[in-house]
């Protein structure tokens, strides 16, 4: 055996061996094992954000509508369904029952959907104080524009993004779906509900996240936009 695959061999055993204290390496679980979240159907924001969680141990159960078919969608990956009539008295109750022991909520509807329905954040967090509920919208909460109804070209118009992207002198280039509704909508809610996990290990309560696609367009784009009107 020459010198080299000794060494080779030494450094080997050194990585897939005990640790140098005497004890074996633990196998780490994945990050979000034992977080349970409830997620109501909706359209690729919302599924996005739960794929994440899934993809990184967490369980996701979402509510689909009585009517829902079959789906090739692979946002499903990973994740159970329940089917519930939300209009039904006994279908809140069972979403209730779910959230008392659940961890996150994750709904997609248009500010006081929820609450129509007896099942908004006042309702569930007296039930679980620990409950992050989570809001995923156009363009949030509140404001003059949080009735209004939109798509991802919407919300990247507003946020500014959009007149950022193309050819000088010529008409802006959208990119598809995947820089307002992916990562401004998705992906940006998948970070707050992982600070908002974070932050209850030491508060031990939940929060009310407000998820806004418009905004977390913005955030995202944050340099490319400063950029755009340093060089003007």
């Given amino acids: 055996m020459t010198l080299l695959s000794q060494e080779f061999v030494r450094l080997y055993l050194r990585m ?3 640790a140098s204290n005497g004890r074996m390496l633990k196998t780490r679980l994945m990050a979000l094992k034992g ?18 969680l899934a993809d990184f141990g967490a369980r996701v159960v979402r509510v689909d509508r009585m009517n829902a078919g079959f789906t090739r969608d692979v946002l499903c990956r990973g994740k ?5 009539d939300l209009k039904h008295p006994l279908s809140t109750e069972i979403v209730k029952r779910m959230c008392k022991k659940f961890d996150v909520l994750i709904e997609p509807f248009r500010p006081g959907v929820m609450e129509n329905l007896g099942l908004g954040p006042q309702n569930l967090m007296s ?4 409950l992050i509920y989570t809001r ?3 363009f949030g909460q509140n404001g003059s524009m949080s009735q209004t109804a939109g798509h991802d070209i919407n919300f990247l118009a507003a946020s500014g993004i959009l007149s950022t992207l193309g050819h000088t002198g010529s008409c802006p280039f959208p990119p598809i779906n995947l820089l307002a509704d992916f990562a401004g909508g998705g992906l940006m809610c998948a970070l707050g509900i992982m600070m ?18 418009t905004a977390g367009s913005a955030y995202v784009g944050k340099l490319i936009y400063s950029i755009c009107n340093f060089t003007e």
């Fill in 16 to 18: 897939t061996g005990p």
């Fill in 35 to 52: 977080i349970n979240i409830i997620e109501f159907a909706g359209l690729a924001p919302a599924p996005f954000c739960g794929f994440i």
């Fill in 80 to 84: 159970q369904s329940v089917k519930i």
């Fill in 127 to 130: 039930l679980n104080p620990c």
């Fill in 136 to 138: 995923l919208s156009g």
């Fill in 196 to 213: 908002a996990l974070y932050e209850r290990t030491s508060s031990g309560l939940g929060q009310v996240i407000d998820g806004n696609i």
